[in-house]
């Protein structure tokens, strides 16, 4: 780590504990982190990637070959090993990071940084998050007992890895946090898994939908609102026959919507989270082999969501990216098959009110009372005395908002019914998954899924292609979930699951291929209630257009893909709003600005300006156009972007386009336009004197952030890239494709791939950011896919890890 960095890194400090709203007595203990023999200088190390080490309870010994990328290679003799080797490799390389999301799952962050944290700890525990790890470990334990032990291997390898270390050696977040490293279990796994289900949740709109209902009325909740938009290009092509399903949909009830409102609600998922996913035949493939390819759209941090593995047995030999936390490889291949995934945001979250009685020890349901059950959440605060919380728990789930927590009717609350308190057996999925050898596998390792709801891509060297949407997902009513319901009527709830073997999916389709970006996953002849979840428009078409519009595709053609800048979203709307915009009153600045965009072609490149003004523009019309959602003491979500668009351009003089706020005067669409535009370009002018000038790159300045809020120090900033959401390449300020990855269905298959990060945890490291730039450039890195555990040339350093006697 060069002094700059420390220097940097210490001046920020105190920075980075006032933008966390912590406090560790005055200040962090700079006595500790400068100390010359355990501070921060201890982290200025090379990697360890040769020698022997012993690990308690391993069965024989386990080679460990690091590539020139840090890419540890794990040759075992059997499971157990290979899964004490995973934690113990993982946890040596990453072990702050895991530690870190785990205490963040189960609302334990008090504990590290303070009171400042207890609102988002005691969110996380009315979420349910350690209920649901609890069910997770529960499930197993009745009906997985292999698995968990598997579970409990990983476990015992990371604390192998902490029984290793001295202070000097901890990670030098725990430095500056002055604290360290605690034992890790089987929960925090499934804490890890349920912190990955929240974040791809869907965008759980209920309660937000019933204000808007009720305030703007059916008719135009409809029309702001769909079921499906005008342009359906879904997951599942279009022309699929569903006539195998027999088990009908649920029937329509007699209940009423619940009108409440509520003012606040609690965090949701970064609605940008998604991905893009497909694979083509061997007949569309220019050399005849099926190619599939993944990447994962989530937050670009320091360390990386990812950590890239080779994982094999005498059985099975898997190489991808693994998350720090979970076993196995989550999007990868092995020698038969590829597979990746996207989420598939199935709404899987419903909201019920919940009518207790005068001491709260029951609640209402079916005409009789019903026993609560209490769950009372004991919070550690740093520095404080613990913080005890009492959680309600009804038949729906947990009573999150009460007279408690974001409520103040005494005698109510809404209870959160979550797929993801239910239990499961996620992990299973991933272990199958780097056995399986044919499509009837893949099928079978599906089945343990039970959330997110994911779109699971597939390739096989025996040249088949697939993509099952798969989650346990409940058989609704039309209707069921869009708003609040009487937790009180039997009728509201889920009555039954759809059968596993009716969820949406296709294999070796007629069009040659499968694709999958986060948009609806089906059309309206699925015989199933599927509602709008906020399915993306863009980047599907975008994929699904390039896929038509040739015979063959190579690799190449996949990179170019991945990283296609083609902003379809600005070149449905920009033409319209110029046409239709009364350019007359522009002012010279202005009219330099409206030429610029006019000139521009749609994609989102670096050099460009169109971009920046289109953002502006577009961001500011948005704004006008939904200030009917601006209310206060009022939980609102503003319409979809498509159906903005949509309405903009078929709606434009709906009563919702005037201005709330011009009593004199009636807007349309037309006047919105100019307003907006105007708007945008006093901002842009002010960015040009801020930045020099507003190219994509300057006004986008992607970075990727420290999990620490960014800690300057430990994060990179203004990365040349472009892109941005709704793009293919969906890369916007500090979000976007997470891990890309290219897979050839050759025997074995080869494969490449990159991500914004690198292997180590390690700020000192020169593996710790290496690959931003080469992720930045759309290059890739080639994956050495070892046959055997003899090295080859790109190995350079070798690792056996011994049984400890």
Same mark, same amino acid.
């Given at each position: ?47 360890? &990637? ?17 590539? !020139?990328?840090?890419? /540890? ?60 790890? +609890? ?31 001295? /202070?000097? @050696? ?5 430095? =500056? =946090? ?62 699929? @026959? ?17 009108? +409440? ?18 694979? &083509? ?106 913080? %005890? ?17 974001? *409520? ?35 099928? %079978?390792?599906? %089945? ?16 088949? &292609? ?18 609040? $319901? ?22 070796? /389709? ?70 239709? $915009? ?13 030429? #610029? ?13 169109? /971009? *920046? ?19 206060? +003491? ?32 009636? #807007? ?10 105007? #708007? ?52 916007? !300020? ?9 897979? #050839? ?23 710790? @950011? ?36």
């Amino acid at each position: 780590m060069k002094y700059a960095k420390l220097i940097i890194s210490f001046v920020f400090t105190i920075g980075i504990f006032f933008v966390l709203n912590t406090k560790l007595g005055a200040i962090p203990p700079i006595g500790k982190f400068l100390n010359p023999y355990s501070g921060i200088w201890q982290n200025e190390t090379t990697e360890s &990637i040769e020698g022997i080490v012993s690990i308690p309870g391993l069965k024989d010994k386990v080679t460990v070959h690091y590539d !020139e990328q840090l890419i /540890p290679h794990v040759f075992a003799q059997n499971e157990s090993d290979l899964y004490k080797a995973q934690g113990y490799l993982t946890a040596k390389h990453r072990l702050w990071q895991l530690e870190f999301q785990t205490f963040a799952a189960a609302g334990r962050l008090s504990e590290i940084i303070g009171e400042k944290a207890l609102n988002y700890d005691r969110t996380e525990r009315r979420r349910g998050m350690g209920y649901g790890a +609890d069910q997770a470990i529960a499930y197993m334990e009745k009906h997985d007992k292999e698995t968990l032990s598997y579970i409990q291997d990983y476990a015992d390898g990371v604390n192998a890895y902490i029984k290793q270390l001295k /202070p000097e @050696d901890y990670p030098v977040e725990y430095k =500056l =946090l002055d604290y360290q490293p605690e034992a890790w279990t089987p929960k925090k796994t499934a804490l890890l898994l349920m912190y990955m289900t929240k974040m791809l949740a869907g965008y759980d709109d209920d309660l937000e939908n019933t204000n808007a209902l009720r305030l703007l009325g059916k008719e135009n909740f409809d029309l702001l609102f769909p079921d499906y938009f005008d342009i359906t290009d879904p997951v599942i092509p279009k022309e699929t @026959d569903w006539s195998f399903i027999d088990v009908p949909q649920t029937p329509l009830p007699e209940s009423q919507i619940v009108l +409440d409102t509520i003012s606040e609600t609690i965090s949701k998922p970064n609605p940008d989270n998604g991905s893009n996913n497909w694979a &083509i035949s061997g007949a569309k493939s220019t050399t005849g082999n099926p190619i599939l390819a993944n990447d994962p759209h989530l937050g670009l941090n320091l360390p990386s969501i990812w950590f890239v593995m080779q994982l094999s047995t005498p059985n099975h030999n898997a190489f991808g990216a693994t998350i720090p936390g979970a076993l196995s490889v989550i999007s990868g291949f092995n020698q038969y098959i590829a597979w990746g995934e996207t989420n598939a945001t199935r709404d899987l979250i419903d909201w019920y009110k919940i009518e207790f009685n005068e001491d709260r020890t029951k609640y209402k349901y079916d005409g009789q009372w019903k026993d609560v059950s209490i769950r009372v959440e004991d919070i550690k605060i740093r520095g404080k005395e613990n913080y %005890k919380d009492t959680v309600l728990y009804t038949h729906h789930g947990p009573v999150v908002y009460d007279k408690n927590f974001m *409520s103040e009717n005494k005698r109510s609350g809404y209870a959160m019914k979550w797929i993801g308190h239910e239990g499961g057996n996620n992990q299973k999925t991933f272990i199958k998954l780097n056995k399986a050898k044919n499509y009837d596998d893949y099928v %079978k390792a599906l %089945k343990y899924w039970n959330a997110p709801a994911q779109n699971f891509v597939f390739a096989s060297t025996e040249g088949d &292609i697939a993509l099952w949407i798969q989650g346990k997902f409940p058989n609704k009513w039309e209707g069921q979930g869009k708003f609040l $319901m009487d937790g009180s009527n039997p009728e509201n709830d889920w009555q039954s699951y759809i059968p596993q073997q009716f969820n949406a999916h296709t294999k070796n /389709p007629e069009r040659g291929f499968v694709s999958s970006a986060n948009q609806h996953p089906v059309d309206e002849n699925y015989p199933y209630y599927v509602f709008n979840d906020g399915y993306e428009t863009y980047r599907n078409r975008v994929i699904n257009d390039f896929f038509n519009s040739k015979e063959k595709f190579s690799v190449d053609d996949f990179k170019n893909l991945h990283n296609n800048n083609y902003n379809l979203k600005a070149s449905e709307i920009v033409p319209y709003m110029l046409a239709n $915009m009364d350019a007359s009153s522009l002012s010279e600045e202005e009219k330099v600005i409206y030429n #610029e965009i006019k000139a521009w072609k749609f994609n989102n490149d670096i050099d460009e300006v169109g /971009p *920046s003004i289109f953002r502006q523009w577009y961001g500011k019309l948005y704004n006008l156009v939904w200030d009917e959602f601006d209310v206060e +003491d009022t939980a609102l979500d503003a319409p979809f972007t498509y159906q903005t668009i949509y309405l903009l351009k078929n709606h434009g003089n709906h009563e919702l386009m005037d201005i709330v706020e011009t009593k004199d005067k009636t #807007e349309t669409a037309k006047d919105l336009f100019l307003i907006a535009f105007k #708007e945008a370009a006093a901002r842009l002018e002010e960015i040009k004197k801020e930045r020099g000038d507003y190219k994509w790159a300057n006004y986008k300045a992607t970075y990727a952030g420290h999990l620490l809020q960014a800690l300057p120090a430990f994060s990179r900033f203004d990365i040349p890239i472009g892109g941005d959401r709704n793009i293919v390449n969906a890369t916007s !300020e500090n979000h976007g494709p997470s891990w890309r990855m290219i897979v #050839e269905m050759t025997s074995p298959p080869t494969a490449i791939g990159i991500y914004p990060g690198g292997q180590s945890g390690n700020p000192g490291s020169k593996y710790y @950011d290496n690959f931003i730039d080469d992720w930045a450039a759309g290059k890739y890195h080639q994956l050495n896919f070892l046959q055997s555990n003899k090295a080859n040339n790109s190995i350079i350093g070798t690792q056996t890890l011994t049984p400890k006697n």
